[in-house]
C-alpha cells in the first residue's frame, strides 16, 4: 500500500477563542474541520497546527516529514516569525506542496512566494458561485460546471497576484464582482494553490464542494517524485571537449 499524503492544516486558531459565533460554527477551529474531512480518506494523513504553537508548529523537523500544508491566516500575519516564513519558503521550493486559503492571501509566506501585495477589493456577506474554468484539471475532479456557497465574503479584482501558472475556478458574486478563485502555481519544485472561501463567521470549510477542491488539490500538490535539488554555480569542466 502506498504511503498516505502527510498534510499539516494550519491555522491562526484566534477567532475560534475569541468570537462566541465563531466559536460555535468551528468548535474545534476551522482547521479541525479540515483535517477531519482528510482524515476521511485513505490516501490522506492530516494533523494540526496554530500560530501559538512552538515554532508555530512548524518546525524543521515536522516540516521535513510533510508532503503538502495547508494554511489560513487572518487577523495576525504580523506575528507569524520570519525565521519560519524562510524556512517554509525552502521547503516550498524543495518541494512541499502550499494550499493557501481566503485570507491568507495576506500571508507573509504567500506574499513572499507571490513577489506581489497580494492585495484585492473586499465585501461582506453576498452569494458566491465557483464557476469551473479547467473542467479537466485535476483540482476540479468530480465538480458540476459550478458550485455555490449561500453566503461568503466577496473578493473581487483585481487581485494582485503574478498571473496563475492555471486557473481553475472564477468566483462570480451576486453585487456583480468576479475574482480568480482557484489559482494554481509552480515555484522550484514545489506547487501552490490558492483558493478564496473560507471567511470565519460562514460554516463553508463543512461544505461539500469547498472540501472537494481542497482535497484534489492535496493530492495535485503532493510530490509525486522524490525532489533532486538542482545543480547550480561554477561548472568547471565544459561537457564537450574544444575542437
Request: hydrophobic share 40%.
Amino acid at each position: 500500500m502506498a504511503e498516505k499524503i502527510r498534510v499539516i492544516v494550519w491555522n491562526e486558531f484566534r477567532h475560534e477563542k475569541t468570537s462566541k459565533e465563531i466559536g460555535q460554527i468551528y468548535p474545534k477551529g476551522m482547521h479541525a474541520a479540515i483535517a477531519d474531512h482528510l482524515n476521511t480518506q485513505p490516501d490522506i494523513s492530516a494533523s494540526l497546527a496554530c500560530l501559538d504553537d512552538p515554532e508555530h508548529g512548524l518546525t524543521e523537523k515536522r516540516l521535513a516529514e510533510t508532503d503538502v500544508l495547508i494554511w489560513w491566516g487572518h487577523m495576525a500575519h504580523h506575528e507569524v516569525k520570519d525565521e519560519v516564513v524562510a524556512r517554509l519558503q525552502q521547503r516550498v521550493l524543495g518541494g512541499m506542496g502550499l494550499i493557501v486559503l481566503h485570507s491568507a492571501h495576506f500571508s507573509k509566506i504567500f506574499q513572499r512566494l507571490m513577489g506581489t501585495t497580494c492585495n484585492l477589493w473586499w465585501r461582506d456577506d453576498d452569494r458566491a458561485r465557483y464557476w469551473v474554468v479547467a473542467p479537466d484539471h485535476p483540482i476540479a475532479a468530480g465538480l458540476g460546471p459550478y458550485f455555490e456557497l449561500p453566503r461568503e465574503e466577496m473578493y473581487g479584482e483585481f487581485f494582485d497576484i503574478p498571473p496563475p501558472d492555471e486557473l481553475v475556478l472564477i468566483a462570480w458574486f451576486a453585487g456583480g464582482e468576479v475574482f480568480r478563485a482557484g489559482c494554481c502555481y509552480h515555484r522550484g519544485h514545489g506547487r501552490i494553490f490558492y483558493f478564496q472561501p473560507g471567511h470565519e463567521t460562514y460554516p463553508n470549510y463543512y461544505d461539500r464542494n469547498v472540501l472537494r477542491v481542497i482535497t484534489n488539490a492535496v493530492r495535485w500538490a503532493n510530490p509525486t517524485t522524490g525532489a533532486v535539488p538542482r545543480e547550480f554555480g561554477h561548472r568547471e569542466k565544459p561537457l564537450e571537449k574544444p575542437a
